[in-house]
């Protein structure tokens, strides 16, 4: 690879940067549990390095041929972090965290939660400058437009092989080798020979300690880090599995007694699975969140003839049919749906007797973009509203849930009462060795004695304050609309952090555009809505956000080829366009369209969530392509998306409808000065 091929080198560099941002939010946030709570404030730090490596193009260093060192260093330091030191986030993290307490490892050593942040905030950004540095070299060699054409394309190619990767369930060793070789082979020409092999030893060992850290009884599934330990030492005890070091519940022998210290546990799980049998005798069963299969083969074991299990995580369906006891997943009575639950909701056809919310604490978030998890949308208004629907005229809702919090137990049961009145009871253990509480609702509760053994009917107060999750604020661990605190630090530190770096690399090497840093702050929070519409429409799925920011870089690319062969170079008619979709959606439930069909969902999401990122590609590209500084617009743009990264908190003080206002005022501002410049 030379310089006598640019448009494959620049391809090719962007299609690193891309895969290497999807591969590090991925692997950091598996390996430090506290990450995962701050997921797009690894965006946001790789952005930055992006940006001063954009702004520093110009500089006669290169430092990409550090990258191979940089990853053995960055490398050794997460594996070290998650083997020896933990976040207590019972004092850090209380508005967002389910639990009081959580796994420690007994090596393990406390450290300050703000210090850890700032330390990866820092090396991340860091740690991407050569690859935005290398992006606008490559780019230079082109006319803007064509240049950023190609960088979109080799970013859309590093997010289908990064999908495709996630979809073959494969480890960080074979994503480490995808980034790590080509990037040694793009520095060898800033090498010397003596660097170059240190470089290569750097990824050898590298490989090795990527390959050493996740060797043995560990599956990297679409969505997470799952390992799995068997309950007790007792044979065919089943197994317990975590994700991302998260404890979750696994899957136990109701055939077995246990003996050991799990025994109580056991006995409380199986007391919560057993209600709905203890109430009727349904046959027709839908368990949403299935799971390892718990609550399908409790179903299986009261009689039951048919059950829909439906399964996010495929890697768990697996489990479920090859290492239960049970084996549920493959009795020819259960037919298995890998998919989100709320969005089987929608695509099921059948009535139940039974429908089962199994314990659906993923901690699994739907993108890097956003703070979203992807259960939240199961337990908004709408949602469970819905599910009356889906009941027969004898039918039961059973809602397992598993969190000591108060609030969120209140928040629940107020939805539940609201759509179902009387016919609702909640039970939990007489002696809790857990947080497990059930709601039992439905036509099926009314007139049944609601006596349980081993459990206690449990009542709320009045609502007070609360504040329920709804579509637009799907947010049941939150206690209220507001921004939790221990977020502060972060988008106040971040911030000046940011500034700092920005002001030293745009002072030796450029100026600064307010117009392309509003034009990429307004696209960010563009995206982002985008990505929770579409996940709302059709499932909080990988395939559908990757398919979601596939088609946005797809649309980027539509319209730089229209600009290119129709000569387009007013701004004017895609900026009114931009505001009247923005105004359109804000005022447009988007719950009118969720009970279409496929297709009229798929011609929704085309003709009116697309719409304004479509129009505001045309803006962007029609402005690139007169772009006099390729260094300085682009660095500004990613900055922009740097401040709308951190501009999505807002959404939990306003809802996501009220990112389309954020964006809307990026815009108006972008389109002043816009207008300001034609004139002068």
Not at 43 to 55: Q, W
Not at 96 to 125: D, K, M
């Amino acid at each position: 690879m030379t310089d006598k091929r640019p448009g494959l080198k620049l391809f090719l560099i962007s299609f690193l940067t891309l895969f290497g941002e999807m591969m590090f939010i991925r692997y950091v946030s598996s390996n430090i549990y506290l990450l995962s709570y701050y997921k797009n404030a690894i965006l946001i730090a790789i952005f930055l390095g992006i940006g001063i490596g954009f702004l520093t193009s110009r500089s006669k260093r290169n430092y990409i041929e550090f990258i191979p060192i940089a990853s053995l260093v960055l490398v050794t330091i997460i594996i070290y972090f998650n083997d020896y030191l933990r976040i207590d986030l019972d004092h850090s993290l209380k508005d967002e965290s389910i639990w009081p307490e959580f796994w420690a490892n007994t090596r393990a050593q406390s450290v300050p939660i703000l210090g850890v942040l700032v330390f990866f905030y820092a090396a991340i950004a860091m740690y991407f400058i050569p690859l935005g540095q290398e992006t606008m070299r490559s780019m230079s060699a082109f006319r803007p437009l064509r240049a950023y054409s190609i960088n979109v394309a080799g970013a859309l190619a590093g997010i289908v092989i990064f999908a495709i990767a996630g979809w073959l369930w494969t480890t960080p060793l074979v994503w480490f080798a995808v980034f790590l070789v080509p990037t040694l082979w793009l520095s060898r020409k800033y090498s010397k020979r003596g660097v170059f092999y240190l470089n290569a030893a750097s990824i050898i060992i590298t490989l090795f300690l990527v390959f050493s850290a996740h060797f043995g009884a560990e599956v990297w599934s679409p969505y997470s880090r799952i390992k799995v330990y068997p309950f007790s030492a007792q044979p065919g005890s089943g197994f317990i599995s975590t994700t991302n070091g998260n404890p979750q519940v696994g899957s136990m022998n109701f055939d077995l007694v246990y003996k050991g210290p799990e025994a109580a546990l056991i006995m409380e799980s199986r007391r919560i699975y057993e209600i709905p049998y203890d109430l009727g005798a349904p046959k027709t069963v839908m368990v949403v969140g299935a799971g390892a299969g718990n609550e399908t083969a409790m179903a299986l074991r009261k009689g039951a003839s048919y059950i829909d299990a439906v399964e996010i995580d495929p890697v768990f369906i697996t489990l479920g049919s090859h290492l239960s006891p049970h084996r549920p997943f493959l009795d020819e009575r259960v037919s298995v749906h890998v998919d989100d639950a709320r969005a089987f909701f929608h695509k099921t056809k059948k009535k139940y007797d039974l429908v089962v919310i199994g314990f659906l604490d993923s901690q699994y978030h739907l993108t890097h973009m956003s703070n979203i998890r992807t259960e939240n949308f199961v337990y908004t208004y709408e949602s469970l509203k819905q599910t009356k629907e889906l009941l027969t005229g004898d039918g039961v809702l059973q809602l397992n849930y598993n969190a000591p919090r108060p609030d969120m137990r209140a928040k629940l049961y107020e939805i539940l009462k609201d759509v179902y009145g009387a016919d609702l009871v909640v039970y939990a253990p007489i002696d809790p060795v857990s947080g497990n509480i059930s709601y039992v609702a439905g036509p099926g509760v009314r007139g049944k004695n609601k006596t349980i053994e081993g459990l206690q009917e449990i009542s709320f107060g009045t609502k007070g304050a609360l504040t329920l999750p709804t579509d637009d604020w799907p947010f049941l661990y939150l206690d209220g609309k507001k921004i939790p605190r221990e977020y502060w630090s972060m988008l106040l530190l971040i911030p000046v952090i940011s500034f700092a770096l920005i002001r030293v690399a745009a002072g030796r090497h450029g100026a600064f555009s307010l117009k392309f840093f509003m034009l990429g702050l307004g696209f960010m929070l563009l995206e982002t809505k985008s990505i929770t519409s579409f996940a709302l429409l059709f499932g909080s799925t990988v395939t559908v956000v990757s398919v979601v920011i596939a088609a946005i870089l797809s649309s980027v690319l539509l319209a730089n080829f229209i600009i290119h062969r129709w000569y387009m170079e007013s701004v004017i008619v895609p900026y009114l366009l931009i505001f009247a979709s923005l105004i359109v959606l804000y005022f447009l439930p988007l719950s009118l369209f969720i009970g279409l069909n496929w297709t009229a969902k798929l011609a929704v999401s085309l003709l009116l969530i697309s719409a304004p990122i479509f129009f505001a590609s045309f803006v962007f590209g029609i402005s690139f392509a007169g772009s006099e500084r390729m260094d300085v617009d682009m660095g500004s743009n990613i900055f922009g998306a740097v401040v709308g990264g951190m501009s999505e908190y807002l959404s939990m003080a306003m809802g996501f409808n009220g990112l389309y206002v954020v964006s809307l005022i990026a815009y108006a501002i972008a389109f002043m000065i816009d207008m300001k410049g034609k004139k002068a």
